[in-house]
């Protein structure tokens, strides 16, 4: 296709020829520990039906002194990672692995601690590191090219080494993290010396057809890697010949959401770092920055930033994306909304997910090339539009089923359409709209402005009846604590309080120069209020039963770049594990949840972020009335986008 000549052409990486430009990076899934297996290979499997010319597998350890998901460190990974070659082998995706040893951000094998460069501990350890010494370095990088070999051995055809994104290569490189006063540190030559006798290992045990290149990235903070020194050791390994191509990102863990960052940032936001990074390099480029479309992808390549495009979000949410869009169906792809909450989120608390896309980490079971006609088609009745409404209709219209959708409103998309609103937030609404396209293609029956009570429901005549109705704010004169059920919250009649929904609607234009946002959820919602008021001019102090700032959402970085613009921007201050007593005309009083002593905070505005109420009216009545009804989303209990999507989609499914 014209349109994408760049990004369709084919690209030699060593002696491996890669059939276009795109590049699905390594990215953590957690869905193996140790070894391969069958949901890694179906994962994988999914996406390389979807036409990418090349997937890196995620962090493969090389050594027990550092693990984290995959290992290559003995030869039992051998036959485990043959499976998933000879199952994407007939896709024609090319396999290579990242080479992994976290130095001090991930623990030994038996769980003690890790080897690492120096006895500094990292910015998340939880004790000083073991520093290797001299033999225990050489132990290592034979253990690169010993795992190296394994790869070319269960028949990868290349492997990357990630020598940034501060794990233990970027530890080495740095002047701060490294204080090493051996032939491995000090000046920067020493400081790249481990990672070349990894890199001539590696080429010792591997064939010259076998591709081999390294993954970099400098801090973002300067003082600790800055993008000169990877730039000089980029051009030195090249020299050498070391490498047949480079994988370039930016960020390591001292603000690790730069490396993946979410909504709040601009398509190919790294750039700037990885032009510098790259100046000189001549060996074929891999970038990353949130690329979704094929239409960015191909500009970058245009614009010679780099020979091939990372896509991992982008494909996450929809393994077809390169088919789809290639074909000229651009709008049939399902949207990565940048939300960090399944896939990097979902990682550090079990196993990745996607908030957009239910099936990901169950393609084996629920994989959507997998949706089969039911035999005997039933009339389904969804009440609610919202997304958790919409995904049910769109998977019962999928398996055949004849589909009507009752909506209250005037819009689809429910809560979202009020998300959207808050700052940082826009690309939230792209999943309602998604779906909405979605349900009218399929030929869902959508009756829009239609309040539907049980009878008008079972006036229908359903066989099945799903109830997508969604929530509501709690007032705030009902409004209640967790952290303090028992107590009555006192509010003046003067006071200026708001929900999180009015705010998102603007339903006024000032807000004063003080506000209090009290957060009892600790999600997203309650970083957005707390941005639309800085933004609106005020000092914001935020308040929260919670330990941290947002803890529902800290694992996906995004608290981190949000404090970052905060502080910035405006007077911003944070009480954790505190309650509101009671909210006066231009102040609140707040008390430690552990002590009674109550503080004044001033607050023209307060804003309460509370759990809404479900409203769930019409499934109580339609017990018992249906022959089939399922209750989903926020009308079951009030939580998130992810919980409602997958929620709907496995109720369609669950259809007899």
Not at 205 to 225: H, K, M, W
Not at 314 to 337: H, N, Q, W, Y
């Amino acid at each position: 296709m014209t349109a994408y000549r760049n990004l369709f052409s084919p690209l030699l990486i060593g002696g491996v020829e890669i059939s276009n430009r795109i590049v699905r990076t390594a990215h953590a899934t957690r869905l193996a520990q140790g070894y391969v297996n069958d949901d890694l290979i179906a994962y994988h499997l999914e996406r390389a039906k979807g036409g990418v010319g090349l997937s890196i597998l995620e962090s493969t350890s090389v050594h027990p002194s550092s693990t984290f998901s995959l290992t290559a460190a003995d030869d039992g990974a051998i036959a485990p990672m043959r499976r998933l070659v000879d199952a994407i082998a007939p896709t024609g995706m090319k396999l290579f692995t990242q080479l992994w040893h976290g130095g001090y951000t991930d623990p030994a094998a038996d769980g003690g601690l890790p080897w690492a460069v120096s006895a500094l501990p990292g910015r998340y350890s939880v004790a000083p590191p073991v520093p290797m010494t001299t033999g225990q370095i050489g132990e290592l990088v034979e253990a690169y090219g010993k795992a190296a070999a394994r790869m070319q051995a269960a028949g990868l055809n290349g492997v990357e080494v990630l020598a940034g994104a501060g794990y233990l290569f970027s530890q080495f490189f740095s002047p701060v993290l490294n204080q090493r006063t051996d032939v491995y540190g000090g000046r920067l030559e020493n400081r790249m010396r481990a990672l070349l006798e990894t890199l001539r290992a590696i080429r010792s045990a591997t064939s010259a057809e076998f591709a081999v290149g390294i993954r970099v990235s400098a801090s973002t903070d300067p003082r600790i890697l800055s993008t000169e020194d990877v730039n000089a050791i980029l051009l030195r390994v090249q020299d050498e010949g070391l490498v047949d191509f480079v994988d370039i990102t930016h960020g390591d863990y001292y603000f690790h959401v730069e490396r993946y960052a979410g909504m709040d940032r601009p398509v190919g936001y790294q750039l700037p770092a990885s032009d510098r990074i790259s100046h000189g390099v001549t060996v074929p480029r891999i970038i990353v920055g949130r690329y979704a479309t094929l239409d960015d992808a191909e500009q970058a390549i245009r614009e010679s930033h780099a020979e091939m495009i990372g896509m991992v979000r982008g494909m996450i949410a929809d393994p077809m994306l390169i088919e789809k869009a290639r074909a000229g169906r651009g709008t049939d792809v399902r949207p990565c909304i940048s939300c960090n909450q399944g896939c990097i989120g979902g990682v550090f608390t079990g196993r990745m997910r996607c908030a957009v896309n239910p099936v990901v980490g169950d393609e084996r079971h629920l994989a959507e090339s997998r949706l089969v006609a039911a035999a005997a088609p039933r009339k389904v009745v969804v009440v609610g539009g919202g997304v958790a409404g919409m995904e049910a209709a769109r998977v019962a219209r999928l398996l055949g089923h004849h589909v009507t959708l009752l909506e209250a409103g005037a819009t689809l998309g429910g809560l979202l359409n009020y998300a959207k609103q808050l700052p940082k937030l826009h690309l939230i609404g792209d999943i309602a709209l998604w779906l909405e396209n979605e349900i009218y293609r399929l030929g869902v029956e959508v009756r829009m402005a239609t309040y539907a009570e049980a009878e008008d429901v079972s006036a229908e005549q359903p066989d099945v009846v799903i109830v997508a109705t969604g929530s509501m704010p709690t007032d705030a004169t009902a409004f209640r604590q967790t952290a303090d059920p028992a107590a009555s919250l006192a509010i003046a009649p003067d006071a200026n309080v708001l929900t999180s929904c009015e705010l998102c609607m603007k339903t006024q234009g000032q807000y004063g120069t003080t506000a209090l946002v009290f957060d009892d959820i600790g999600h997203y919602e309650a970083i957005g209020c707390c941005e639309a008021l800085i933004e609106s001019g005020a000092a914001v102090t935020y308040v929260t039963r919670h330990s941290m700032f947002a803890p529902a959402v800290e694992g996906t970085g995004r608290t981190q770049a949000a404090l970052q613009r905060f502080y910035k921007a405006g007077d911003f201050r944070i009480l954790t594990q505190f309650a509101l007593v009671s909210i006066d005309q231009g102040s609140a009083r707040v008390r430690p949840l552990y002590g009674e002593h109550a503080t004044v905070v001033s607050a023209d505005t307060v804003v309460l972020v509370g759990y809404r109420q479900s409203l769930n009216d019409v499934w109580s009545t339609l017990q018992g009335r249906v022959p089939q009804l399922h209750i989903v989303g926020d009308a079951l209990s009030t939580r998130d986008v992810q919980a409602a999507i997958r929620e709907g989609h496995l109720a369609a499914r669950a259809i007899t």
